[in-house]
């Protein structure tokens, strides 16, 4: 009967001793709060009490990463790329507001054509097969449009735009808030 206390009363020595070394290293995690932290601890607990909250804090400093990448280039790339990862993104409103008043500020006064522009691409074959979902998907809203891919200008960053028009400002907008509903990434431009 006195072996079974030592055994129970170990257990507990040593199950209390890995609390508290997840608390301390949970404390150590929150305190540093960086991706590298949290990574650490989950690298040691990963089933433990506060992994999904470092999860959670994982992506949001990725998010603030990316977001703050967005606001130190000010293009509409910068922004379309924080789109892309984070569509439904604490910033997502702030990304497209900045990223329509950029690319309308680019155009030039008078009468304007104007496109949807549904995604920047570093490959070519990225922007085609995204062209192919989108128009699969969306062909009740992109049908009668003329989709296209905009190759990278000359001396420009290697991108390829996805866009769909010739349409006019109303309807690139309206087109804009249609897709936009269904977490599908769009930005009215000019032709």
Same mark, same amino acid.
């Given at each position: 009967?006195?072996? @079974?206390?030592?055994?129970?009363?170990?257990?507990?020595?040593?199950?209390?001793?890995?609390?508290?070394? @997840?608390?301390?290293?949970?404390? /150590?995690?929150?305190?540093?709060?960086?991706?590298?932290? %949290?990574?650490?601890?989950? /690298?040691?607990?990963? #089933?433990?009490?506060?992994?999904?909250?470092?999860? #959670?804090?994982? @992506? /949001?400093?990725?998010?603030?990463?990316?977001? #703050?990448?967005?606001?130190?280039?000010?293009?509409?790339?910068?922004?379309?790329? %924080?789109?892309?990862?984070?569509?439904?993104?604490? %910033?997502?409103? #702030?990304?497209?507001?900045?990223?329509?008043?950029?690319v309308l500020a680019r155009a030039p006064?008078?009468?304007?054509?104007?496109?949807?522009?549904?995604?920047? %691409?570093?490959?070519?074959?990225?922007?085609?097969?995204?062209?192919?979902?989108?128009?699969?998907?969306?062909?009740?809203?992109?049908?009668?449009?003329?989709?296209?891919?905009?190759?990278?200008?000359?001396?420009? @960053?290697?991108l390829w735009r996805?866009?769909?028009?010739?349409?006019?400002?109303?309807?690139?907008?309206?087109?804009?808030?249609?897709?936009?509903?269904?977490?599908?990434?769009?930005?009215?431009?000019?032709?």
């Amino acid at each position: 009967m006195r072996l @079974q206390w030592i055994v129970l009363w170990i257990s507990c020595a040593c199950a209390l001793a890995a609390c508290s070394r @997840q608390e301390t290293g949970w404390r /150590e995690a929150h305190g540093t709060d960086s991706v590298l932290a %949290y990574e650490t601890y989950l /690298e040691h607990f990963p #089933a433990g009490a506060h992994a999904d909250e470092a999860r #959670a804090r994982i @992506q /949001e400093l990725h998010e603030e990463r990316e977001w #703050a990448r967005a606001n130190k280039l000010q293009t509409p790339e910068a922004w379309q790329r %924080y789109l892309g990862a984070y569509p439904e993104g604490r %910033y997502a409103a #702030a990304a497209r507001e900045q990223l329509s008043d950029i690319v309308l500020a680019r155009a030039p006064p008078g009468d304007r054509l104007y496109s949807v522009q549904l995604g920047a %691409y570093s490959s070519e074959a990225a922007a085609r097969a995204d062209l192919a979902r989108l128009s699969r998907d969306h062909a009740d809203l992109l049908g009668g449009l003329g989709l296209h891919i905009e190759p990278p200008a000359t001396g420009a @960053q290697p991108l390829w735009r996805l866009r769909a028009g010739p349409l006019t400002e109303t309807a690139a907008r309206r087109i804009c808030v249609d897709l936009e509903s269904r977490a599908v990434d769009c930005v009215p431009a000019t032709e």
